[in-house]
DNA sequence: CTGAAAGCGCTTACAG
DNA sequence: CTGAAAGCGCTTACAG
């Protein structure tokens, strides 16, 4: 691996004349530019950016970090993730951190040793706390969930107009017994989505009742207990709303292999819009999110930031367009 | 930031012995270190790696490049690779070139710009080309498709094998017009089941008939119109291996909406093994691969190469098992 | 327009 | 056991 010296000496000008070549200072004469980047390419010279990082102290390098890959409602933020640090000439590190604190303070290490100049969480990689902590020392962008009280810049959709809409659709048809299976945690999303669904019932109205409203996580059996212990309460219900659509299909199998106890008639519409509600027996009608120019809008705000060095918070919701498909469901 | 001066400065020792107590060198003595660790920890100093990369020309950081990330089966491959790279304190890059051949060479140029110390290539994300004129230079793994005459290490599943279970488990229930839907290009992967397809059938005393055998890309219209192109072709078909989950569950789809021309009760048995196979409506019949650990293996092997610098190209089949898991169709 | 030199923050062979 | 010093491969302010 030839170096900056080299190739000055094989050109008979100073590193420093390469090194100006190499980032295209117009100050140097084009006769002596040509040659040096003649000797570059016969040379095959690459420049070794671990010292150019060193030098500029920037590692041209952000990291995002999402919950899991398993859901391909975060693949699709990762790859508009990806395309964002690509145009932008930055690298991209994605980690997802399977619920496990170590993994995330790894890669929370790599902006405490230089090594990432910037961080994107996707939905609620982080804690209010670690944000905190992290807010005055680091660029963050949040990435579909944001925190009351944290100034970091969030990039999301209008979920409360979302949740309003999904619900309207099932009260439309004529279902008024409609359940709400939560995301796992009372995130922003979680709390924005039920108000827009107590909005629509109320404007319908339909009384709200509490006991049809209950969280779950992305697993089938969470799903099921979730969905069935509405019903044991109960509640008959004739519609459910899920915070995903991993969920909702999920709810399909149950039906269809009768661990769920719900009619294979009922009203069913998810949020997150990927390819899953589309191979599902029903296909699902869902509230499509924007998920690629979810990623990719928080990597490129977050670079921007980045790149303006000014230590304005400018805290703020980026709120991204959403849109009810309706399918079988 | 603090630096490792002011350490030294505020302990009373030089740089050097700051640096021995960050290393962990047995040689300093034990008030000294922790002196140092003590002024460490006040200071909340945290080395630069920046520097340190530069210092030891190594990044720890390695990059795997995916062909995309909207299958599970490359997100599965992807979250074992990051523990791998986790339980070894290396990074990892993950990228999905998305046939982009531009997108490709920013992963490359990792490399080549001392950012990266290896790659994995997962299925063919990489022509054999790339791979010749990379494989003096770099260390290589490749993940689940290798090349002949390509001597990288190649992490794998017994596809021959596999091809025959699969094709064999559709004999058994009496199928003898069996379709096979193989990936988009004639990979080692496709190559070695089609193999294993063909023995099954001539175990059989069923003729091989190669106009049953067509490929096509992961979207639903190229599977519609690849299995209607064998149907067309007066191919009577009742039963269909398939590359993939993904091609399995379009196939489901397109019978359920009469797009695809085959009966409901056809054999059907995939590759992957994914989450996908199970939330269709049948589920699916399929090869289950160890996703996960193909991913977990290929980087420990990438680095243990990296780690015992020798140049031996051990030329090698890493073969894990997979397994034939039967459900609805 | 170009070069000599300092310096980014570490590690390590060498001397003591 | 510890320190002074060289050096990893770049960039850039300064001088000419």
């Known amino acids: 691996m030839s170096s900056i010296k080299e190739v000055a000496k094989q050109a008979g000008v100073s590193v420093a004349t390469v090194s100006r070549v190499l980032n295209n200072d117009p100050v140097v004469k084009?006769?002596?530019?040509?040659?040096?980047?003649?000797?570059?390419?016969?040379?095959?010279?690459?420049?070794?950016?671990?010292?150019?990082?060193?030098?500029?102290q920037a590692s041209q390098t952000i990291v995002m970090v999402l919950p899991s890959m398993s859901n391909p409602y975060f693949s699709e933020i990762a790859r508009g993730a990806q395309a964002a640090a690509y145009d932008n000439a930055y690298h991209i590190i994605i980690g997802t951190i399977e619920s496990k604190r170590w993994i995330l303070d790894t890669y929370i290490n790599l902006l405490k040793t230089n090594l990432a100049e910037g961080i994107v969480f996707v939905s609620s990689s982080a804690s209010k706390e670690l944000l905190e902590e992290l807010s005055d020392e680091y660029k963050i962008v949040l990435c579909t969930e944001h925190y009351p009280g944290?100034?970091?810049?969030?990039?999301?959709?209008?979920?409360?107009?979302?949740?309003?809409?999904?619900?309207?659709?099932?009260?439309?048809?004529?279902?008024?017994?409609?359940?709400?299976?939560?995301?796992?945690?009372?995130?922003?999303?979680?709390?924005?989505?039920?108000?827009?669904?107590?909005?629509?019932?109320?404007?319908?109205?339909?009384?709200?009742?509490?006991?049809?409203?209950?969280?779950?996580?992305?697993?089938?059996?969470?799903?099921?207990?979730?969905?069935?212990?509405?019903?044991?309460?109960?509640?008959?219900?004739?519609?459910?709303?899920?915070?995903?659509?991993?969920?909702?299909?999920?709810?399909?199998?149950?039906?269809?292999?009768k661990s769920i106890a719900v009619s294979e008639r009922i009203g069913l519409v998810s949020f997150d819009g990927t390819f899953l509600a589309e191979i599902t027996n029903p296909t699902v009608t869902t509230i499509v999110q924007p998920l690629y120019e979810l990623g990719y809008t928080s990597v490129r705000i977050l670079i921007q930031k980045l790149q303006s060095d000014t230590d304005a918070k400018e805290e703020g919701l980026v709120i991204l367009p959403h849109q009810l498909v309706i399918r079988e469901t």
């Not at 530019?33 to 570059?40: D, H």
């Not at 016969?42 to 671990?50: C, R």
């Not at 009384?207 to 019903?231: C, D, L, M, Q, Y």
């Not at 909702?248 to 269809?256: C, E, P, Q, T």
């Open 150 to 257: 944290i100034d970091s810049t969030c990039v999301t959709i209008d979920n409360k107009k979302a949740g309003y809409e999904a619900t309207n659709e099932l009260i439309r048809r004529g279902h008024t017994r409609i359940a709400y299976i939560t995301g796992n945690r009372e995130t922003s999303s979680v709390t924005a989505r039920i108000e827009g669904y107590k909005a629509a019932l109320k404007e319908a109205g339909i009384p709200f009742r509490p006991e049809r409203i209950a969280g779950a996580k992305n697993s089938f059996e969470h799903v099921k207990e979730t969905v069935n212990g509405i019903v044991d309460k109960g509640m008959n219900i004739d519609g459910i709303i899920t915070h995903s659509d991993l969920q909702a299909s999920f709810i399909l199998k149950g039906i269809k292999e």
């Open 30 to 56: 084009p006769a002596t530019k040509n040659k040096v980047l003649q000797v570059i390419k016969e040379m095959n010279y690459k420049p070794n950016m671990l010292a150019k990082n060193l030098r500029k």
